[in-house]
């Protein structure tokens, strides 16, 4: 009984908890970036995150801190996996622009060192930087989704489309133009997959041009910026889930006991392949798992997840070596240094003397040791006193830029891990202590579960530096191996006996080498693992899925799949690739609604009489539809029919989803509003329809009753 309890318990905090997250991700933006500015998502693969119009995603930049509510708002976005709620690894991101003696043209005062702080922790729109552009390009149209005839799907929130370019090289091109008050216009595209092998990261490409300060009367002021250098600043976070269900250390999730390092800083040092950045969860000094059973950040309690079985970070694609040498140069960055997350952000202001040591931080060049290689073995919460722990820098630069003059720069920012899959077993294993440990690879066992425990989590780093590998490549080739098509749409139909799915496929099915479709479904939420329920390939392709499987009073979500043949896979050749499960997967529940009646008798009108005034008492004030006509334990396959008192036709319905329930709103086949009155429901059998469990026939086509009911309004 008590573990009854604790189920519900915590299936209520959950219920809740998502419900305040649908009701926030609505609401209006607030301060932590001042002034206007507009959001979008990239949400087509397992990697969401917010963007802003300003040019660089602050802490708090989206809604705000508002009061204590909203203090577990402070990891927000680089979700991964998109469906899990509270998987979100971004605390802030920084990016300051900095030169030297400079003069500025309008007002005439002088900085020996000039620093726009876009970030980390602040910006200001309006004022420090001016959004110009902004807007959202997908190759083609995402997948309509719709259970019980209602959209159900994230992306008709998180996919805001403004064009439609089928020659673009990716699924998703957001596209942001924004001025800063140093001259600077910042231009960056970035790109988002729905391919599953690059899926897990986004491709920035930014352009930074000195296009000079315009003036209230609009004249514009150009002159030559000297030692410019572009600074961006990543402060991310681990174990988020863990820490909002209370399984975690307190602070864990806002980076206070992050790790960070970073590779490639001297391409004259023997393996150099990439210069990237990188950051995971360091284990935590309150963990009661000691040092190395915390690393991975195991649910201790319960033993249900890994909450830091992941690592993030940015890799360098590109940045020129200067404005007349557009090619590739691999000293940049010029700085990698880690920061003090909140001592070293800084007040976002003008100030000479703040400016001068934001400078310092940009062209601090590369520490002796890096911040994972400094803290060592010791516990990441304790190290150096920041209270906010530590996060990573890129300075690219010096640069000499005359007006006119651009530089750019292309980054690539994932994230990987293990599947969810694989984090439930390796867990599972080490909370239950079922030894012997099968370490990765499967060529060899330990029976130290913290060995085997934090073999799966260091593993975490080469697939990692494989999605570092990929968007390389991808940057390099372009978008060459594209996904099948998505279904067109996609649409779940509760029933009585059955959940029917539908989709059509007219493009996938044109695909040159497609080879069917993968239908999956999990049970009671959408943020799980889905098991396959059926399958077709092209030799027997179908458009419809009757799933007669469902249990009553369970939820039920899915998501379909697009499958071609293997041909064109180049990363594990002849393994089909699939369309994006997030394209079509369902964030609103499908269920048994009431079975059949079992007889024409049993049919009930509700309310009857209904009267418009007492509408909240005759369906309850918590109904989602109150001004309506039900129609209860109806044949499973009728018409029903409605009538005036007089005779008149009005309204035909037709019921086929075998359930005993119809609902009419009271409007008429032309769509008026009915009046005040008494009406007639005639009911037809359109079907023979046996007992699901007998098989003795219920109901033979052709057989009809007839019920009367008072409208009052």
Request: glycine share 8%.
């Amino acid at each position: 009984m008590l573990e009854n309890k604790k189920y519900i318990y915590h299936y209520l905090f959950l219920v809740l908890l998502s419900l305040a997250f649908i009701f926030l991700e609505t609401q209006p933006v607030q301060a932590q970036t001042y002034g206007k500015h507009d959001i979008k998502w990239l949400s087509v693969g397992s990697l969401r995150h917010w963007f802003s119009s300003t040019g660089v995603e602050v802490e708090y930049g989206r809604r705000g801190r508002v009061g204590d509510f909203l203090a577990t708002d402070q990891n927000d976005g680089l979700r991964w996996p998109a469906e899990f709620q509270l998987r979100d690894h971004s605390v802030g991101k920084g990016l300051w622009i900095g030169t030297t003696e400079y003069t500025n043209p309008v007002t005439g005062n002088f900085s020996a060192y000039e620093v726009v702080p876009l970030g980390r922790d602040i910006v200001y729109s309006g004022n420090h930087v001016f959004p110009q552009e902004f807007y959202l390009i997908a190759r083609e149209p995402r997948t309509r989704v719709y259970v019980d005839n209602a959209g159900a799907s994230d992306l008709d929130v998180f996919d805001e489309i403004d064009e439609i370019d089928p020659n673009i090289d990716c699924d998703r091109l957001l596209y942001n133009v924004a001025h800063t008050d140093i001259g600077i216009t910042i231009k960056r595209k970035i790109k988002a997959y729905s391919h599953p092998d690059h899926d897990n990261y986004y491709i920035y490409e930014y352009v930074f041009t000195n296009t000079g300060i315009r003036d209230d009367a609009g004249t514009t002021y150009s002159q030559t910026l000297t030692d410019v250098v572009f600074f961006f600043q990543y402060r991310y976070g681990f174990a988020y889930d863990l820490f909002q269900l209370g399984k975690g250390c307190t602070g864990v999730s806002w980076g206070l006991n992050t790790l960070n390092d970073v590779v490639g800083q001297d391409p004259n040092a023997p393996g150099f392949e990439f210069r990237a950045i990188f950051a995971w969860y360091g284990s935590h000094s309150e963990s009661d798992a000691g040092y190395l059973g915390d690393i991975g950040a195991p649910d201790t309690k319960e033993g249900q997840l890994l909450g830091g079985a992941d690592y993030a970070g940015t890799v360098v694609i590109h940045a020129d070596r200067s404005v007349s040498d557009k090619s590739d140069d691999v000293y940049q960055p010029s700085t990698t240094n880690f920061m003090g997350s909140d001592r070293d952000a800084q007040k976002c202001t003008r100030d000479k003397t703040i400016m001068a040591n934001k400078y310092g931080y940009m062209t601090f060049g590369h520490p002796l040791k890096n911040h994972a290689e400094d803290v060592g073995t010791s516990f990441a919460d304790k190290y150096g006193g920041d209270p906010g722990g530590y996060s990573y820098s890129q300075g690219f630069g010096p640069y000499t830029m005359a007006p006119g003059d651009s530089i750019r720069i292309v980054l690539a920012e994932g994230i990987d891990g293990l599947s969810r899959e694989k984090n439930k077993e390796v867990i599972y294993n080490w909370f239950n202590q079922n030894s012997p440990y099968t370490m990765p690879g499967g060529s060899s066992t330990t029976d130290d579960r913290n060995e085997y425990k934090n073999a799966y989590v260091n593993s975490c780093k080469d697939s990692l530096f494989q999605t570092f590998r990929r968007a390389i490549d991808m940057h390099e080739n372009g978008y060459v191996v594209k996904p099948p098509p998505a279904p067109e749409e996609f649409a779940i139909t509760s029933g009585g006996n059955k959940i029917s799915i539908t989709w059509t496929g007219v493009n996938a099915e044109k695909w040159s080498n497609f080879n069917g479709y993968r239908l999956y479904r999990a049970i009671d939420r959408p943020d799980t693992t889905y098991e396959l329920i059926f399958s077709c390939d092209k030799n027997n392709v179908v458009n419809s899925y009757d799933d007669k499987t469902p249990r009553r009073g369970f939820n039920y979500y899915y998501y379909i799949q697009t499958v071609d043949d293997g041909s064109t896979n180049d990363i594990n050749p002849g393994v089909p690739l699939t369309s994006s499960k997030y394209l079509t997967m369902t964030n609103q529940p499908a269920r048994l609604t009431r079975p059949p009646g079992k007889s024409l008798s049993e049919i009930r009108v509700v309310p009857n009489p209904y009267n418009i005034r007492a509408m909240n008492l005759q369906f309850g004030s918590g109904a989602d539809v109150k001004d309506q006509i039900a129609f209860y334990n109806i044949p499973a396959y009728c018409k029903i029919r409605i009538f005036t008192e007089r005779g008149d036709l009005i309204r035909t319905l037709e019921h086929t989803d075998e359930s005993g329930d119809e609902h009419w709103n009271m409007l008429t086949d032309s769509r008026q509003v009915v009046v005040s009155g008494l009406y007639i429901a005639y009911f037809e059998v359109t079907q023979d329809y046996p007992d699901p469990e007998t098989g003795i026939l219920l109901y033979k086509k052709g057989e009809n009753t007839i019920k009367k009911f008072v409208i009052i309004r």
